[in-house]
């Protein structure tokens, strides 16, 4: 059984995650700025709270064994409150999801689309993937594509430093790499991983 705090329990991603981690038998505490958004699993703890609250967030930090990040906006501030807290509390895993793309690292002309549709978002996300490796922690770095609401799981990793090919993921899938992660702490420590589905090559996501 392992303690995990979820930040960002609202989110999309979150919402599919929290089932399966409660399912494996997970321990989990919520962090959400509007707890009434949270469809919290039998059991879970809802706490309100900002990821940007120093004392809020260290409050919820003790007695945890891994932490799931899945946020927005200002994710950098976000990203080195998390491991400032964690360090504070001894904390070592972390499961960070990100974006694809945050490496120029997408094959043409899909790099060059995605680059043109979020570009200045993933400078934030690189800034923050760049503490999070620089830190002592035992972080996975999870970075999915384009994102649908298909229910299924079905995707493919690919290691920083080479190619990843597909367009799209479901939530689904990015939620259950998720669980995985915090289920086998040993096997995705310090990795950053893509995510996608096979089959979805392209020059852009099939809907655009």
Do not use: C
């Not at 384009?146 to 690919?158: A, H, K």
């Amino acid at each position: 059984m392992t303690n995990v705090l979820v930040l960002g329990a609202s989110g999309q991603i979150a919402r599919q995650a929290l089932p399966m981690l409660a399912a494996q038998g997970d321990t989990l505490t919520l962090l959400a700025r509007t707890p009434k958004k949270v469809d919290a699993p039998e059991g879970a703890r809802v706490v309100e709270g900002d990821v940007l609250d120093a004392d809020a967030l260290g409050s919820v930090m003790q007695g945890q064994d891994a932490v799931y990040a899945n946020l927005a906006g200002d994710v950098d501030r976000q990203a080195e409150a998390i491991i400032s807290a964690m360090d504070d509390a001894g904390v070592r895993r972390l499961v960070f999801v990100l974006a694809l793309g945050i490496y120029d690292e997408l094959p043409e002309p899909f790099n060059t689309w995605n680059q043109s549709m979020v570009g200045p978002m993933l400078k934030v996300y690189r800034r923050a993937a760049d503490m999070i490796e620089a830190s002592d922690l035992d972080y996975t770095i999870v970075r999915p594509t384009w994102l649908t609401d298909r229910d299924e799981i079905d995707y493919q990793t690919t290691p920083r430093g080479e190619q990843p090919k597909g367009t799209e993921v479901s939530r689904k899938s990015v939620a259950a790499l998720v669980a995985e992660a915090v289920a086998h702490p040993d096997e995705y420590a310090r990795t950053d991983l893509a995510i996608d589905k096979p089959g979805t090559e392209g020059p852009k996501p099939s809907w655009y």
